[in-house]
């Protein structure tokens, strides 16, 4: 109902509406020492994007979500346990779980800003750690998005130039599930320069806080406090009768956390990580031909036993490719 009336109200308003079939026929990945593996072979699942935005004077509304999400035929994988953020331990489409809300929220325009309020996606850059999960990905797939509940003030300083401060609640994303008591707040400040033009360049930050087992007794919490710094830059240009699109992005995480020990730091670790991906894509003017060149850096930890945390991981909707992120890390 109130759907309705939002759309009744609006004097100009898009909508989307996309139907995902995807057919597989994967190998069993070895998941364990012991042997253990996926054990899946043919497998079709599916997801129903339905969403709305809309505009009345200086008010702005959007509704969105996927039905139907997950496996309908096929094998379940064979790994114990119902950590997996697909869900492809049963055939459960048509069933709650199927159901992610991923946006519904309202803004105004004012003489001072913008301001914005309730769930939405995050996304930055390249979606290499805050990612919607919206893009066509050229590898892989895209299945989650990152959601939050947010508070999002907009301006512009200067021409040219955006600023964004935001307060979240997370509602889901790679490290956090507030629906399985990993509650996280974090405060975002970005900086963009030309925001919607052929080149554009940015500075995001985020400091979060992070704790487990938030809803069980006193006394069972981990905690993490991290922040990061990431910089996005992207020129879009022809190139005779080619067009060149060239992107980058870098990011580093930096804190403190409980959630993960190891055997020679038993209190806390030092997070101290970091990521860095480029891409080039070039296209001929009828857009029938395009080369794409990728690449992508991340630190690793080649000492799990010392009092810091290394390792960086891309985002999982992040265009990575079809069996690391989609197979070996959800296993």
Known sequence: MILLACISFAEEWTDLAEYRAIATIAPGMVTDTGGGSSAQ???????????????????????????????????????????????????????????????????????VGKFDLGLTMSNWGLGLVANDGAADPLFGRTDFGDRVFRLRYGTQPAEHWTLVVAADLVAADDSAELLDGQAAGQGVVALVYGARGPTTAGLYGVFRH?????????????????????????????????????????????????????????????????????????????????????????????????????????????????????EVQGA
């Open 41 to 111: 072979g043919f497998v079709l699942d599916q997801r129903l994007r339905l969403g709305v935005d809309g505009k009345a004077g200086a008010w702005r509304f959007a509704a969105e979500s996927d039905f139907l999400s997950g496996q309908v035929l096929g094998d379940t994988w064979g790994i114990p346990g119902e950590e997996d953020d697909r869900r492809r331990w049963a055939l459960d489409s048509f069933s709650v779980s199927g159901i992610a809300p991923r946006r519904l929220s309202g803004g105004v325009d004012t003489g």
């Open 210 to 326: 992070q704790v487990e087992n938030a809803f069980d007794p006193p006394g069972n919490e981990r905690f993490t406090d991290v922040g990061v710094l990431d910089a996005y830059a992207r020129v879009q240009r022809p190139l005779g009768k080619w067009s060149l699109d060239a992107a980058v992005e870098g990011a580093g995480i930096f804190g403190r956390t409980d959630r993960a020990l190891s055997y020679n730091a038993r209190d806390a670790l030092d997070v101290r990580s970091a990521g860095l991906v480029g891409r080039v894509v070039a296209t001929d003017a009828k857009d029938r031909l395009g080369v794409h060149l990728r690449g992508g850096f991340a630190t690793a930890d080649g000492n799990p036993d010392d009092g810091a945390s290394n390792a960086f991981t891309f985002d999982r909707d992040f265009d990575a490719g079809v069996v690391l992120f989609d």
